[in-house]
């Protein structure tokens, strides 16, 4: 089915140019990774007011615990200074904010910021904020996966009740949806391990814009490519049936 004036509710952005950015500047690698936490909010209210239902945004994979150590360290302390005590702001926008990943692997300092965040967000009904951290798409199935195994081990579902529909309730709640538009920045062209359930039919936009210039008229402009698309899900459209 043609769906080509829809509008996306659920966005997801893989932030990519950080380094980078502070690179073409002269200046430390962190240094970027500073300007492109601080353009978060900016975004997430950006979205939020243009009346996207859900943002998930992809903030360090599985695999960029790779980088350099200090580098990590570094974005380490962010997550917690920025993503996290910064977004809890967000209570007066009446956005509910999640982080999906595997937390066990973060400090336990950081856990308790991240569960005082998502508790003092959960009341809010309005966009939900979904932030990846130590997060793999591929991990996020092979996680359902196991839970869908066990569940049915216990006897809480038959085997004949796995269904494409029954395995996406077993991915990470807050993000299950299907992903409608996904954004890269920074110019590469892939999507990197990021959402592969929920992005299975999501149009991609792939941007030269690095993160920390991706400003909210760069978000419209995504959007509104996105409004353009025929979006066929394998079937035809109207001319071609």
Known sequence: MSDKKAFPEHVAIILDGNGRWAEKRGRERTFGHQAGAANVKTI?????????????????????????????????????????????????????????????????????????????????????????INYGGRREIVRAAGLMAESVKKGEMDISEITEESFGSFLYPSASSDVDLLIRTGGESRISNFLLWQASYSELYFTPVLWPDFTEAELRKAVTWYTTRDRRFGGLNEEES
């Open 44 to 132: 997430v209210r950006a979205a939020g007011h243009m009346g996207i239902k859900v943002l998930t945004l992809y903030a360090f994979s599985t695999e960029n615990w790779k980088r350099p150590a200090l580098e990590v360290r570094f974005l380490m302390r962010l997550f917690k200074n920025y993503l996290i005590s910064q977004l809890r702001e967000l209570v007066v926008d009446n956005v509910q904010v999640h982080i999906i990943g595997d937390v066990s692997a973060l400090t336990e300092s950081l856990q308790k910021e991240i569960d005082a965040c998502e508790r003092e967000t959960a009341a809010n009904d309005g966009m939900v904020l979904n932030v990846a």
